[in-house]
């Protein structure tokens, strides 16, 4: 091998060690970085401290009264009675099939444990100690408002809790069209 020969395999060796410590990936020591932007995002991250807000966050709560896209607006209903519900609460979906459809589907999911399928109170879990709720057939239920369902959907009431979270507005309801179909 002549001079020239072992200088060039030199210069490839250090080459390629430079190259290894380049590339090198200690994960106890900052290494080497290529395009840090992509690293280090220049956008507020969404829970970073952020100057430009007066509360210091960056995630910020929504203004009060805010409806998501899609939702219908929800009633401060700490507020309202159960009777005033009835009064002022309006169902605001028309009685078609798909609702009454879609209802079905959220009664079977969250209601009938308790309320049995057809309604009568008769649920699974009524035959494993739970009192049984009341029928939704009766004419208690004709003369109460849509309103006053919803609140107690809403709500809860006795020894039914609230199913506000379980139980999005606009399916709240369509069960309410699916109870008043059940019956007839
Ligand atoms: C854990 C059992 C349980 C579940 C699940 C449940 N309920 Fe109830 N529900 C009750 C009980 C018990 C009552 C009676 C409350 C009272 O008056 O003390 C009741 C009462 C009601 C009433 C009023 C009935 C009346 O005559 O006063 C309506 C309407 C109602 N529930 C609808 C629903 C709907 C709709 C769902 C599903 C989203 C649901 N319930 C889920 C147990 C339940």
């Known amino acids: 091998m ?3 020969s ?3 395999l030199g210069i490839v060796v250090l080459l390629l060690m430079w190259l290894q410590k380049c590339l090198y990936n200690n994960p106890r020591e900052l290494n080497v970085e290529f395009v840090p932007e992509m690293v280090h ?3 507020f991250d969404a829970f970073s401290d952020n100057p430009n807000y007066q509360n210091g ?3 910020q ?3 009060v009264g805010t409806i998501a896209r899609g939702f219908l607006p ?3 209903e700490s507020k309202l009675t159960e009777e005033l519900a009835g009064e002022v609460l309006i169902n605001p979906l028309d009685k078609t099939d798909e609702n009454i459809v879609r209802g079905e589907w959220v009664y079977r999911t969250y209601c009938q444990v308790c309320h049995g399928m057809t ?3 008769d649920g699974p879990v009524t035959k494993r100690g739970v009192p049984p709720p009341p029928s939704l057939l009766t004419d208690n239920i004709n003369q109460m408002k849509d309103g006053q369902l919803y ?3 809403t709500n809860g009431k006795g020894n039914m809790a609230s199913y506000r979270s379980q139980v999005q507005r606009k399916d709240r309801w369509k069960v309410i069209h699916y109870i008043r179909a059940m019956g007839n």
């Open 2 to 4: 002549d001079m020239k």
């Open 151 to 153: 609140h107690i959907i």
């Open 41 to 43: 995002s220049v956008p």
């Open 57 to 59: 966050h960056t995630l």
């Open 119 to 121: 309604g009568l109170g």
């Open 74 to 76: 929800e009633y401060s």
């Open 6 to 8: 072992i200088i060039k």
């Open 61 to 63: 709560m929504p203004v």
